[in-house]
C-alpha cells in the first residue's frame, strides 16, 4: 500500500466550538489561527414563538383570545404549543412580563402555564410543565412593544473576519390590515426592520465580515430583492459575543397577533 500524501494531510492544533443546544459545527483552527470553512447550524428555533392579541385570562391560565392565532398552536394541529408575550399581570396576579408556554386547543382558547421562555437560548418546549394556580386577572390589552421572539449569542472570534451567516426564517400573523413589524437584530442596531399587514413573510437574509472582524455587512431579505442601493453596515466586534435577534412589534393594533414559526442560522466561519 503506498505511503499517504503528506500534503493532503494537515496539523490540527486546535478544535474549538461553542455548541449551542440548536446544534453547532466547530470551527477548525490552523497553527496560524487561520478559519477553516466548516458549515452547519449555529441555531434553530424550531417551536412557534410570539405576541399574545388582547384577550381574557381566566382561572388556573384558561386563555380565551379576542383574536384568532395563524391556527392553532396545539397537540390537535401537530404542534407541542407556542411560547406567547404577555403584559406584566396578565396569566396570573404578579405575573412578570415575558412569555410563556401555551397549549392551544383552537385559535383563540388554551391553556398558559408559569413556564417561562429565557433568550438568549432554545424555544424549545418545557420538560415540565407548571401549573399556574390563580382565580385568574380577566382581560388583558395585548403588547405593542418590540418582543423578542427567539435570539441566540454568536460566540467570539466563531465567525471569523470573513464569515457568513446565512439565515433563513418563517412568519406567521392575522390578516387585519394593522402592521406588524418584523426585525432582525445584530447586536444592538436593527438591520431588516420590515412593517407588513398580510399573513405570512418567508425571509432568506445574510450578514458576513468584511475582511476584518469588526465591519459587517447586511443583506436585504429575499424575496424582497429591491433593497437600498447600499447595503446595511455595522462595525460590532465579532471577537467578542455579539446576539443576534428576531423580534416582532404589533405596531398598530394590541388586538394584532405575529408569531415567529420557525428561524434557522447557518455559520461559514472564514
Same mark, same amino acid.
Given at each position: 500500500?503506498?505511503?499517504?500524501?503528506?500534503?493532503?494531510?494537515?496539523?490540527?492544533?486546535?478544535?474549538?466550538?461553542?455548541?449551542?443546544?440548536?446544534?453547532?459545527?466547530?470551527?477548525?483552527?490552523?497553527?496560524?489561527?487561520?478559519?477553516?470553512?466548516?458549515? &452547519?447550524?449555529?441555531?434553530?428555533?424550531?417551536?412557534? $414563538?410570539? =405576541?399574545? #392579541?388582547?384577550?381574557?385570562? /381566566?382561572? +388556573? %391560565?384558561? !386563555?380565551?383570545?379576542?383574536?384568532?392565532?395563524?391556527?392553532?398552536?396545539?397537540?390537535?394541529?401537530?404542534?407541542?404549543?407556542?411560547?406567547?408575550?404577555?403584559?406584566?399581570?396578565?396569566?396570573?396576579?404578579?405575573?412578570?412580563?415575558?412569555?410563556?408556554?401555551?397549549?392551544?386547543?383552537?385559535?383563540?382558547?388554551?391553556?398558559?402555564?408559569?413556564?417561562?421562555?429565557?433568550?438568549?437560548?432554545?424555544?424549545?418546549?418545557?420538560?415540565?410543565?407548571?401549573?399556574?394556580?390563580?382565580?385568574?386577572?380577566?382581560?388583558?390589552? &395585548?403588547?405593542?412593544?418590540?418582543?423578542?421572539?427567539? $435570539?441566540? =449569542?454568536? #460566540?467570539?472570534?466563531?465567525? /471569523?473576519? +470573513? %464569515?457568513? !451567516?446565512?439565515?433563513?426564517?418563517?412568519?406567521?400573523?392575522?390578516?387585519?390590515?394593522?402592521?406588524?413589524?418584523?426585525?432582525?437584530?445584530?447586536?444592538?442596531?436593527?438591520?431588516?426592520?420590515?412593517?407588513?399587514?398580510?399573513?405570512?413573510?418567508?425571509?432568506?437574509?445574510?450578514?458576513?465580515?468584511?475582511?476584518?472582524?469588526?465591519?459587517?455587512?447586511?443583506?436585504?431579505?429575499?424575496?424582497?430583492?429591491?433593497?437600498?442601493?447600499?447595503?446595511?453596515?455595522?462595525?460590532?466586534?465579532?471577537?467578542?459575543?455579539?446576539?443576534?435577534?428576531?423580534?416582532?412589534?404589533?405596531?398598530?393594533?394590541?388586538?394584532?397577533?405575529?408569531?415567529?414559526?420557525?428561524?434557522?442560522?447557518?455559520?461559514?466561519?472564514?
Amino acid at each position: 500500500m503506498p505511503a499517504p500524501n503528506s500534503q493532503s494531510t494537515i496539523n490540527i492544533q486546535t478544535l474549538t466550538g461553542a455548541f449551542d443546544p440548536g446544534g453547532n459545527i466547530p470551527s477548525l483552527q490552523l497553527p496560524s489561527s487561520l478559519l477553516l470553512g466548516l458549515g &452547519g447550524s449555529i441555531y434553530r428555533s424550531n417551536v412557534p $414563538s410570539g =405576541v399574545a #392579541p388582547s384577550g381574557t385570562m /381566566g382561572a +388556573n %391560565g384558561l !386563555l380565551t383570545g379576542g383574536t384568532s392565532l395563524p391556527r392553532t398552536y396545539g397537540p390537535s394541529s401537530n404542534g407541542p404549543g407556542i411560547w406567547q408575550a404577555f403584559p406584566a399581570g396578565a396569566v396570573f396576579s404578579g405575573s412578570p412580563a415575558g412569555s410563556y408556554w401555551s397549549i392551544m386547543t383552537t385559535a383563540t382558547a388554551g391553556t398558559v402555564f408559569n413556564n417561562m421562555l429565557t433568550l438568549p437560548g432554545p424555544t424549545t418546549p418545557p420538560t415540565q410543565l407548571i401549573p399556574v394556580i390563580d382565580p385568574g386577572p380577566g382581560a388583558f390589552t &395585548g403588547l405593542q412593544t418590540v418582543q423578542t421572539f427567539a $435570539s441566540f =449569542v454568536l #460566540p467570539g472570534n466563531a465567525l /471569523g473576519p +470573513n %464569515g457568513w !451567516l446565512i439565515q433563513i426564517a418563517f412568519w406567521a400573523y392575522n390578516n387585519s390590515g394593522g402592521t406588524k413589524t418584523l426585525t432582525y437584530s445584530f447586536g444592538t442596531s436593527a438591520f431588516t426592520s420590515v412593517p407588513t399587514t398580510t399573513t405570512t413573510e418567508y425571509w432568506l437574509f445574510t450578514t458576513n465580515n468584511m475582511g476584518v472582524a469588526n465591519a459587517q455587512k447586511h443583506s436585504a431579505r429575499i424575496p424582497t430583492l429591491a433593497g437600498p442601493t447600499v447595503p446595511n453596515t455595522s462595525q460590532k466586534d465579532t471577537t467578542a459575543n455579539v446576539t443576534v435577534s428576531l423580534q416582532g412589534t404589533n405596531t398598530s393594533n394590541a388586538t394584532d397577533t405575529s408569531v415567529l414559526e420557525s428561524w434557522i442560522c447557518l455559520m461559514f466561519p472564514g
